[in-house]
């Protein structure tokens, strides 16, 4: 039997990104033994591995994937700091959008870190290695899991290592961080052979990212800069983030025929031709640190594992296994955060049941769906004005988009509107707050 307050002996959790360490950190207060199993070559130092292709881009930690990692990890903001992590004041990041060059800056409150994200999961991997309970293996690849004598729970994984070695190891539950989540879609296809129902949104975007040393004589006021598309008239935007070493991360993206060049005049002309000269001014004199690496991102995809009739016992998909966004909006580290913690909460509260496990997964994903719907929401009604955009729209869907804008328009005057659609981006609070009998009356009138 496990120890007081332990409901299981032993956890495996598959990947060690952002969704597996922080769920790592989730059961290991829970379980005697965390062990996480991970592709690739795990680096002693801040760097690029092959698991993560989107790594070299943008990424952003919102507020509430902040406030999230620091209930888990609390020693994970000091030690960023400690690294060289650029410190941010949201207030000062000038975000351009259709009709406000820029929209009002104002200060909610915002601080935190940009940095790369091979830093931010570096520092990440070592502060969960400081459980006791965690322990942490690269070069293994799962081949599958392994199921019980009924095939209707999971009861371990079996992994090759780097010189092909196969092993096996029994385990109370499985967290699959893979990503893609094949392990989980593989073992309901061989067990019940019912998987779950999708959305996608086929967006076919592409990126190319650069990064350079911020000029001494730079002098601007802002410290990173957003610039959202004209949509549907125009696809093009751009993220410039501060990052460690005295750098900006600058990140250029678009949809199908208006993807970004690799190459640096054809990148350089990219920027220029945005609605405003704000990124292509800043790095059309500064010093390239790095070269143009670009990256494409197909489609949006939400696994509606809610719907299933049942589901295996001892499995549980976290992360973009579960809902994999566009990532242009900086949302996916965030979400895994919050439902690392919605994780933990849950084995914190059946901890004295007779049974902790059993319907451990279904209860996720319920809790999990609010965190989902408004980065979904924030996402999704973007991609769909495209009318080159594959997906359904859902019903209403124009109404939504005039509803958007005008939401806008009503936060760009009104202080108080602006603060509660910032926190519902940032995931402070969920999307339902947005939707106010007060409020939206108020926007309604403005459609």
């Known amino acids: 039997m496990p120890g007081a307050g332990l409901i299981g002996r032993s956890a495996v959790v598959i990947g060690a990104g952002m969704a597996g360490l922080t769920a790592a950190r989730a059961l290991a207060d829970s379980f005697e033994r965390v062990t996480v199993l991970e592709r690739d070559t795990l680096p002693e130092a801040p760097a690029f591995r092959a698991g993560t292709p989107q790594a ?23 030690a960023m700091g400690a690294a060289g992590a650029a410190r941010l004041l949201t207030a000062r990041v000038r975000r351009e959008l259709p009709g406000y060059d820029p929209f009002p800056p104002r200060d909610f409150g915002g601080r935190g870190f940009s940095a790369s994200r091979t830093l931010i999961e570096h520092i990440l991997r070592g502060e969960i290695l400081r459980h006791p309970s965690i322990r942490m293996f690269g ?24 010189g092909g070695a196969v092993e096996t190891q029994r385990t109370d539950l499985v967290v699959d961080a893979s990503g893609r989540g094949t392990p989980t879609l593989a073992f309901l296809q061989a067990s019940s052979g019912e998987v779950p129902a999708e959305t996608v949104i086929g967006i076919d975007m592409g ?27 125009r696809a093009r935007r751009a993220l410039l983030m501060p990052i460690e070493g005295h750098r900006w991360l600058v990140g250029l993206a678009g949809h199908r025929d208006e993807k970004p060049p690799g190459d640096w005049d054809g990148y350089l002309e990219f920027a220029r031709s945005l609605r405003t000269p704000t990124i292509y001014r800043a790095i059309r004199t500064a010093r390239r640190a790095g070269p143009i690496v670009r990256f494409r991102f197909p489609a949006s995809v939400r696994r509606h594992f809610d719907r299933l009739t049942r589901f295996p016992r001892g499995l549980l998909p976290v992360g973009d296994a579960i809902c994999r ?48 719907d408004a980065p979904w929401e924030i996402a999704a009604i973007p991609d769909l004005v495209y009318p080159e ?59």
């Open 56 to 78: 070299r881009h943008v990424h952003v930690m919102l507020g509430g994937g902040v406030r999230a990692l620091g209930e888990l990890v609390p020693g994970w903001e000091p």
């Open 139 to 162: 070069d293994c690849r799962v081949l599958r899991l392994l199921a019980d004598d009924g095939r209707s729970s999971v009861a371990g994984v079996s992994y090759e290592r780097a």
């Open 207 to 233: 990126y190319a990212t650069t990064t350079f040393d911020i000029p001494s004589d730079a002098g601007e006021d802002w410290d990173g800069v957003l610039h959202l598309p004209d949509a549907p008239r």
């Open 325 to 372: 966004f566009n990532p242009v909006m900086g949302q996916g580290m965030s979400v895994a955060a919050k439902q690392a913690c919605v994780l933990r909460d849950l084995l914190t509260a059946r901890s004295s049941a007779p049974d902790p496990l059993g319907g451990l997964a279904e209860a996720f994903f319920r809790d999990a769906e609010p965190i989902i």
């Open 389 to 447: 955009t594959e997906g359904e729209r859902p019903p209403g869907f124009e109404r939504s988009v005039a509803y958007a804008t005008a939401l806008r328009r009503l936060a760009a005057v009104d202080a108080d509107v602006h603060r509660l659609t910032w926190e519902v981006q940032q995931l402070l609070r969920p999307a339902s707050a947005l939707r106010d009998p007060g409020l939206v009356e108020r926007v309604t009138q403005l459609v």
